[in-house]
């Protein structure tokens, strides 16, 4: 998220190599989320999401989904497209978009981790784990896929946060608050992120000369306020 070259990304030297392991863990995270994905519905629970879609019409429905709007809507314009295309729909196009938006979870926490300030080895673990995690691939093959959205959107708006926090300011804030609300609509609920809202206002609270910890923290939410980061 810096328009400069930062030491997080890889070095010209070493781009290559890492472009094949991020390709390499990619590729192994498509193939446990994508083999034997078109099988059929194994309960009336997996087949639940492509019923409401198939019964209802338009999307406004979508917006009282309790697990959010953005499963629905993804699945819906992939779906649609797909159809579009000639594709028969069968079982494996219902649950490939939430199975895409998991695979694209390893690149997202090795980037994240390598921002930072993760070593190498440190940020090819977390993405090595996410890419073979049991509990991660079986959700990721689940086409009530909100765990995966919240999970993908979560990252995208811990990640904005912080960038927001070492430099405030509107653009920043604005993009903050485009990506809290995309978690929003992503999981439909906001109390996992409140503790890191909280822990972030507070870890970025270091008092100047003559100021106190309670009056660093007013500065920080009132320049929050300021920044429309509760827009959205």
């Known amino acids: 998220m810096s328009t400069a070259r930062s030491t997080w990304l890889p070095t010209t030297r070493h781009a290559l190599v890492a472009t094949v392991l991020i390709a390499l863990l990619i590729c192994l995270a498509l193939i446990l989320r994508l083999q034997g994905l078109g099988n059929t519905f194994q309960s009336g629970d997996n087949a639940g999401l492509p019923a409401k879609i198939v019964a209802n019409r338009g999307i406004g429905w979508m917006v009282f989904e309790r697990y959010g709007l953005l499963n629905s809507l993804i ?77 993908f959107f979560f990252t995208v708006a811990i990640w904005s946060f912080l960038w927001y926090l070492r430099q405030s300011n509107r653009k920043r804030g604005l993009v903050t608050s485009f990506c809290l609300g995309l978690y929003l609509i992503s999981h439909g609920y906001i109390i996992p992120f409140l503790p890191c809202l909280a822990a972030g206002i507070l870890l970025f609270a270091a008092p100047k000369p003559k100021t106190t910890v309670l009056s660093a923290i007013r500065t920080n939410v009132l320049r929050l306020i300021a920044n429309y980061v509760w827009l959205f």
């Open 75 to 151: 699945t819906w314009t992939f779906v649609r497209v797909v159809r579009l295309l000639g594709v028969p729909i069968t079982e494996f196009w219902w649950k490939a978009p939430i199975a895409l938006i998991g695979t694209l979870q390893v690149p997202l926490t090795f980037f994240f981790l390598r921002w930072l300030g993760c070593k190498g080895i440190g940020a090819w673990f977390g993405a090595a784990l996410v890419a073979v995690l049991p509990i991660h691939v079986m959700q990721s093959r689940y086409a009530w896929g909100y765990e995966m959205l919240g999970t």
